[in-house]
Nanobody, 124 residues
Framework: QVQLVESGGGLVQAGASLRLSCAASGLIFSRYTMGWFRQAPGKEREFVAGISRSGGRTSYADSVKGRFIISRDNARNLVDLQMHTLHSADTAVYYC?????????????????WGQGTQVTVSS
């Protein structure tokens, strides 16, 4: 079955950097648009970044644009989220998601597969 497993979360201080990874299995990875979402306590799950099947197109939420970078390695079935200049507002559980269609979307309901999430906590 399809599995998405996130790693790399942790507790960091404001201003620090962190790199999240998502390892995919059970699917033809290169046929899926990949996205990162996050959910803070008491808030809706929100789109953070997305990357097309080939990696040629990316999209970011305004709140992370210029600080986060999404990338993928189709040979290794990995999608990463490099996060810089972290703020306390970035504290959330971060989820990796996969969508069959080759179109990045911010709508979480259009992603078919989800990981279990990894906690990122930024202390101020």
């Amino acid at each position: 079955q399809v599995q998405l497993v996130e790693s790399g979360g942790g507790l960091v201080q404001a201003g620090a950097s962190l790199r999240l990874s998502c390892a995919a299995s059970g699917l033809i990875f290169s046929r899926y648009t990949m996205g990162w979402f996050r959910q803070a306590p008491g808030k809706e799950r929100e789109f953070v970044a997305g990357i097309s099947r080939s990696g040629g197109r990316t999209s970011y939420a305004d709140s992370v644009k210029g600080r986060f970078i999404i990338s993928r390695d189709n040979a290794r079935n990995l999608v990463d989220l490099q996060m810089h200049t972290l703020h306390s507002a970035d504290t959330a559980v971060y989820y990796c998601a996969a969508r069959f269609f080759d179109a990045i979307t911010t709508t979480k309901g259009l992603y078919e597969y989800w990981g279990q999430g990894t906690q990122v906590t930024v202390s101020s």
